[in-house]
């Protein structure tokens, strides 16, 4: 299993994913330009001290991503998706793709591969979304429980 971020905005977030990851054994991958620095103190403070536990890469663009992981699928998560990620059948080579904070995966990456995007499903209409590192922990627990 894979986690990716696609052009993340907010430094904790990340911190939290990496923490994630590292408790896991996740490789986290981390795509495009981020709204911070990857040395950003809050980004540090939110993984603790377990930053030398993540397996973490850097990617210029998604396609770059998808060369560098071509025995996996990926999966696109997004508030644009009709199908629960609850829905799904999840493998271990999996790369789950998750989008910016203020803005998710873009529009076109959803629409081309609709077979490939998830939501997680929101009882109140009112909340637009949920917060990025607790969108990744949940899919990625179903997908653990799933393939492990």
Known sequence: ???ALYEPE????TGNIARLCAATDTPLHIVG???????????????LDYWQFVEL???IDLDELKAALPGSRFIYLS???STSYTDFTY?????????????????PIISSHPEMSLKIPMA?????????????????????RQTR
Do not use: Q
């Open 1 to 3: 299993m894979h986690i």
């Open 10 to 13: 907010i430094p904790p977030n």
């Open 33 to 47: 330009v981020t709204g911070f620095r990857m040395d950003d103190r809050t980004l540090k403070r939110s993984g």
């Open 57 to 59: 890469y850097r990617h």
């Open 79 to 81: 508030t644009k998706a």
């Open 91 to 107: 493998r271990a080579s999996d790369c789950l793709v998750f989008g910016p904070e203020t803005r998710g995966l873009p529009e």
């Open 124 to 144: 109140n209409p009112n909340v637009r979304s949920l917060n990025l590192a607790t969108s990744v922990g949940i899919v990625l627990f179903e997908a653990i």
